[in-house]
């Protein structure tokens, strides 16, 4: 038991079902291990500030450890440091610390090789028509959050585009790529984002999405050119409406991740570091633990490796 | 000195004073001229010549591609939420108010509409009437801490903001309704959405009713004694209030029209997206934006002054501008750069065509 | 006879500053009551705390003998008090048929009126004209110029229209001549007489000596926040008027 | 002699309204010049015009024989024309003692107010509290009241005593004792005097005819937004100038 | 009749008038009375009462761990960004005006502080120096839109906002510079960060200069021409104008020393975060956060009324509540949804203390 611990769970938004179901998943186990919990969230996404002060009130508060998921990972580490410097063990979850090694552990999604499955199974998917693909990229916004370049940039590679400069998106020079937008990954900022490309080249037939939200919103805006069927969308997140749109033929293929794994494990580690003060390891040859992605879809492709909808609608988060 | 002045009975010299109203001989002729006495007269079509100039601009820069009935009829698609939003907003500002809540209350009313839906079982017609409802009964609370507890509207609208984003998360439980899932069981949901082609152009009845809301607003504003009266109490409450308008009544019945608009705008939302999200970005940004429209259409922040046909043309021109820059290929900073000069610009042409006429 | 509108023991304070004193008031019925006073003796808060427009801090107010607490203007005008403010209350981006309908507009006949609510512009546009015509202001050339854009004088022509157009009960005027010409303002006076002719009382408050004594049954002294005395204009000369109000002479016994 | 202040064919239209039509203007070293007029004939815009506040349509305005273009009130007051607007031009939430010395505050003595830029407010409220009692405002009890908050005759007289106090080539009164009271008109009119015995010329726009009379050394007479002629007090009773005002009789041939 | 009354020559009867100035015997007393007249002539304070009796209410429901020097400090720190750009906001608030770009500005300086140090080898007090000229031309840019070009302020620091955030990052290349090197090769753009204990409360240079620039910004704005021109600009600017201000200048010099504060805040986001980021979420919400500061302290949005102590007072209220919550444990949408409500209900509170003490 952990008794009298407490833990600080850090998300960058309260708003995306992403990150109310590591809520949950950090809130049972910490029931269970007799933790107790403070959540805490940014008001927007990419809120440092909040987020900081956030930190600062968990050291006010005297935690044992924090589970964060950095709003601006790099921005955020002398706080972490702060916190850490106070003996407090903290845990980035889902996406890293900008150097990794700022925080005392990483249980993340790899967001590269979420981007690169369902790149690489687009390509299948097409065959060779892949050589002629007309695609139209939906990002989150314009201040190119790492989560959202590592997809981006994952998925180009998977499809076999030459990125230029992997940190950032727009640099490519492939004459397949119609446009980048921004979708803020919601379903309103999709289908204008959608709009716009179809507005520039009505001909595009691959559309990446960063997350599901986003995929429903360009989904509608095919569907009012009467285009949704000829148009294969793909997507990144696993939540469950995103894959029972996956059932429903609106997206092609999801990568899942599992929010709710990447907190029990998080609140097991806190647990346990304040009882022996040992701390997590990462996966073997990885710097992080890697809290896996699967590729949902009911098309699976040869050489690439999926799971089907059934299982995806099994682990599947809000 | 003054005292043999003042024997003299100056008043009476008054019986033969004339009994002509004033009038000089009028100069301005030709064209230019009547264009110049309309503009004068009708300032809420600067905007729309700034509107038109802007798509003559991009139909030249981008050809037919622009030009097409497509494009022209899908930035009246993109706009129909913030023309909706800034139909309301007009009122408020206009008022001398300003309403931060607006993109929250479409959000939370398109929330309930479809939960009442799926959670509670309710037959569509009657979840989207309770979402009207609860849009007005949010609007009735700014209302009356506007106008009986007399704080700024700014703080109320603010306050309402957060807790109306929250209560949305709190309700909805972070849930999407999917669109399928409407589309079977709830079609009337997607009543908004509902598509008609007009010679090669596609409308939807969200932009039918967009466009007939501000109309019947223009109307109702211009030609009845409310209009005038909400004109008044935005201008000068004191003044309004000791000519004896009823300034709470009209308040009230402001906010509360404003919260029946945005939970029409959640509805409009429905059709447009599909799906009900409790996370749609009109929640976050649908404020500044119809705000931005509304000044952009020369209504003034200080109440009283401009018409809300100019807000409706300011929520097209920024639609325009987005579209245009998008079709042109520019990158989406790029974009989101360019749109802040185009905005400045607007209004500085705006500015301009106001001062030649003036 | 009993006032009609009475006040006893009015007072109003703004922080450190007093403007009302202990004062009384009496408006008899019929009558045109003038009140004079030096500028800043309190006479503009006098008549806005019968009118409702400030809520005195002490004191009473009746109206035809029943104790009255006007807790906005609007609830007053209700009652039939009819006031001219100094600062006239007129909404300057509105225009000049706007203002002088506000609150009480003209619908169209029919349909349009009843169903559609809809305003009938020209006929308040004809009686607006009629009305300012009758008041000599013969310089507006524009109905539906925005208040704003008149001169000094238009705006408080517009004004005055109005109260005297829709009085009923009592009419109160502060100061409707400060800013007229001497045809406008003879007009007004004129329009007075014509008001309390229909059996309307007035009051009257100006620092024009000459007009207050041609048209005043009674003169109320306002001084230091306080009536200082009720003079008839038959038994006095404007020099003891002006004298009581400056405090150069002693006032007489009570009136 | 040569006009110290000359408007030659001043025309301002706003949108259908003339407000002046080909106006001529002119003013005298040392002299006292009413303008007469009815309401809205353009009087005020005609001191707006020459003063800097509007710029006219068309025409020009001389000042010392050196013809000017002003495009602001700031170049006026910076070439010697002081100016009360018949709307008084104050800040109402700023003090009595604030908007007396806008736009030329005074400073403290030494180091706070070379180094600190400290305003020296004793010093101001001082001298704001003498000129308000020389204009016999005695009412005031707060010099550091808002303006908004004050009579309105208190605040007309703050912008009089303001103008008063620092006038240096012409000094123009648009209707400067429209809201007084009696005591207060007179002293306005002593000042006025006063003025006028250091040198410089006044402008004097006003609707009390005896109080013109008692004062002017000419009258303009403003019709229809032009001069209709101008007029010696001593040659004409108050009579035949209010017949030439309001159109009653014809007016004498170019004075 | 009237011939014959005009004969009187009443006003020589004006020699013997008195010329006393009006009083009146005065009639508060006590504790109450005094605390009364403090309030109406120093309507600052109300925000401040709201601010104790904030702090009383947090410290007795949390007890030591919230009434510490160390969580009493962490507010100052925590509101040290949003004070600096409530100072600045305050200023142009108070001319009328609204300035949406202030958190836009404070990113871009903070970033042309880093990369200039950085990427071009400048050094750090250099590199400093360029970003607070750089925020003060883009304050000089919005002055001269809005006072020259006659443009509402509203739409054209709403378009800075988008033009400066899109070339922050742009210019960044959306790179982050970290705290370590920032440590290691130019300490100097972490002097506002600078920590100093007095009796066990934490202090950094940032919150001194955000208390030192609070307070030197109310005596220039209460004993200086400058300060009073400030006010009369935003209380009427024609009477402004015709009262003899030079308006132009007086907005000009408001608007760069607003860039000017916003690039110092730039400075303390260094400081405070360590590292220079390019989406520091200042650059979207310090805009609201500040305006929030400002109404809650009581400064109208009509610009002209009100004191720039009760913006900062505003601020802290703000962050009071922020930490209060946040130390009790409520969860975020909890937070969010109470602290809506509390910015609703502390300016209720500030009303009705003015209405009391009118
Ligand atoms: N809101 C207010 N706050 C502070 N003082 C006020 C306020 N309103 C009026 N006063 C003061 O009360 C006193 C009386 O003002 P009031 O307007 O009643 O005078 P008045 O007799 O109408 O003068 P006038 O002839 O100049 O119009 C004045 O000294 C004025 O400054
Ligand atoms: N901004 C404006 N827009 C439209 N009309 C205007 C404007 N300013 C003045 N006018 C008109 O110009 C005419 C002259 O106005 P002005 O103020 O000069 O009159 P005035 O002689 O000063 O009258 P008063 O004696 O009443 O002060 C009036 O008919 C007025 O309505
Ligand atoms: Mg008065
Ligand atoms: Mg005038």
Redesign the pocket.
């Known amino acids: 038991g952990g008794h009298g611990v407490s833990a600080c769970l850090i998300t960058k938004t309260d708003t995306n079902p992403f990150f109310v179901k590591m809520r949950e998943g950090a809130a049972a186990k910490a029931e269970e291990l007799g933790v107790e919990l403070n959540t805490y969230a940014g008001k927007i996404d990419g809120d440092n500030e909040t987020q900081v002060a956030a930190i600062e009130t968990c050291i006010a508060n005297g935690a044992k450890g924090i589970l964060l998921t950095p709003s601006d990972p790099a921005a955020i580490a002398p706080v972490v440091e702060q916190a850490r410097d106070q003996g407090i063990l903290v845990i980035a979850l889902d996406t890293p610390l900008d150097p990794i090694d700022a925080a005392d552990m990483t249980f993340a999604t790899d967001n590269y090789k979420a981007g690169q499955l369902i790149g690489q199974w687009a390509r299948a998917q097409l065959g060779d028509a892949a050589s002629e693909a007309k695609i139209g990229l939906l990002n989150i916004n314009i201040s190119q959050p790492t989560v959202g370049v590592l997809r981006n940039q994952g998925f180009l590679e998977g499809f076999g585009i030459d990125l230029g400069d992997p940190n950032k998106w727009g640099d490519e020079t492939d004459p397949r790529i119609v446009g980048h937008d921004v979708s803020d990954g919601a379903a309103d900022g999709g289908r204008k984002g959608m709009e716009n490309l179809l507005a520039s080249d009505p001909g595009i037939n691959v559309v990446y999405t960063i997350n599901e939200p986003a995929a429903a919103g360009a989904y509608e805006a095919l569907k009012a050119l009467g285009r949704e069927d000829d148009v294969l969308i793909v997507s990144v997140d696993g939540g469950c409406p995103g894959v029972a749109n996956v059932r429903d033929g609106v997206i092609g293929a999801t990568s899942q991740q599992y929010p709710l794994l990447m907190a029990s494990l998080g609140i097991e580690a806190i647990a346990k570091f304040a009882e022996t003060g040992e701390k997590p390891a990462p996966t073997e040859g990885k710097n992080f633990y890697d809290t896996g992605v699967g590729l949902v879809t009911d098309q699976p492709v040869d050489g690439v490796e999926s799971i089907s909808v059934e299982e995806g609608l099994a682990r599947c988060w809000g | 000195m003054a005292s043999d002045r003042t024997n003299d009975n100056y008043e009476s010299a008054l019986s033969g004073a004339s009994t002509d109203v004033a009038s000089f001989e009028y100069h301005k002729k030709g064209f230019v001229g009547r264009l110049h006495d309309l503009l004068h007269t009708n300032p809420a079509l600067v905007p729309l010549i700034v509107l038109v100039a802007a798509i003559i601009i991009f139909g030249i820069a981008l050809g037919s591609k622009f030009f097409s009935p497509f494009a022209l009829t899908l930035i009246l698609q993109q706009v129909q939420i913030v023309g909706v939003l800034a139909a309301a907003q007009s009122l408020i500002i206009l008022t001398a108010g300003i309403d931060l809540s607006v993109g929250a209350m479409a959000v939370i009313s398109s929330v309930i509409m479809g939960q009442f839906t799926f959670r509670y079982g309710l037959p569509a017609p009657m979840a989207v009437a309770a979402g009207l409802a609860i849009g007005t009964a949010i609007g009735a609370l700014n209302g009356w801490l506007v106008s009986r507890v007399k704080l700024p509207p700014f703080i109320v609208t603010l306050g309402m903001w957060q807790i109306v984003l929250a209560a949305n998360y709190l309700f909805s439980r972070n849930e999407t309704i999917r669109a399928q899932d409407i589309e079977a069981n709830a079609p009337f949901l997607h009543f908004m959405g509902y598509k008609f082609q007009i010679g090669g152009a596609t409308f939807t009845l969200g932009v039918l009713v967009m466009i007939l809301l501000v109309l019947l607003l223009a109307y109702v504003l211009r030609n009845t004694a409310w209009g005038r009266h909400v004109y008044a109490v935005g201008d000068d409450p004191e003044a309004a209030q000791l000519a004896g308008v009823d300034v709470h009544k009209t308040l009230m019945s402001v906010y509360m029209l404003v919260g029946f608009i945005c939970a029409l705008a959640g509805w409009v939302m429905i059709g447009r997206f599909g799906s009900v999200s409790p996370s749609a970005s009109t929640g976050m940004m649908g404020n500044i934006q119809s705000i931005t429209a509304v000044v952009i259409g020369g209504i003034s922040l200080f109440g009283g002054r401009g018409s809300i046909l100019g807000a409706f043309f300011g929520a097209l021109i920024v639609g325009v501008f987005e579209l245009g820059l998008r079709m042109a290929g520019a990158d989406p900073q790029w974009t989101f750069l360019l749109i802040g000069a185009l905005i400045i610009a607007a209004v500085s042409v705006d500015q301009w065509i106001r001062k030649v006429s003036a | 006879m009993e006032p009609i509108l009475k006040g006893r023991n009015l007072v109003k304070r703004?922080?450190k500053?007093t403007?009302l004193d202990h004062c009384d008031f009496d408006l008899y019925p019929g009558e045109i009551l003038a009140v004079i006073?030096d500028?800043?003796?309190?006479?503009?808060?006098l008549i806005k705390a019968v009118s409702g427009a400030v809520v005195p801090d002490e004191g009473t107010v009746t109206l035809e003998g029943k104790e009255v607490r006007f807790s906005s203007p609007i609830e007053a005008r209700d009652a039939g008090i009819e006031t001219v403010y100094?600062t006239l209350a007129m909404s300057p981006a509105l225009s000049i048929t706007d203002n002088m309908f506000m609150g009480r507009e003209l619908r169209m006949p029919g349909v349009m009126g009843k169903w559609f609510r809809k305003l009938d512009k020209p006929a308040m546009e004809k009686f607006a004209r009629e009305k300012l015509s009758e008041l000599g202001l013969m310089t507006i050339q524009n109905i539906n110029q925005a208040v704003e854009t008149l001169s000094g004088g238009q705006r408080q022509g517009v004004a005055v229209a109005r109260a005297a157009a829709f009085g009923s009960k009592v009419i109160i005027l502060d100061?409707p001549t400060a800013a007229l010409g001497v045809k406008e303002s003879r007009k007004v006076l004129e329009l007075i007489q014509d008001v309390k002719s229909r059996g309307i009382p007035i009051i009257l408050i100006s620092h024009n000596m000459p007009h207050v004594f041609e048209v005043a049954d009674r003169i109320h002294v306002?001084r230091l926040g306080k009536r200082l005395c009720v003079i008839d204009p038959k038994d006095y000369t404007m020099s003891d008027a002006v004298a009581f109000m400056t405090g150069a002479k002693e006032a007489p016994e009570a009136a």
């Not at chain 3, 500028?39 to 808060?45: F, L, Q, V």
Request: glycine content about 26%; aromatic content about 6%; proline content about 0%.
């Open positions: 703004y922080g500053v403007a006073g500028n800043g003796a309190g006479k503009s808060t100094q100061e306002h």
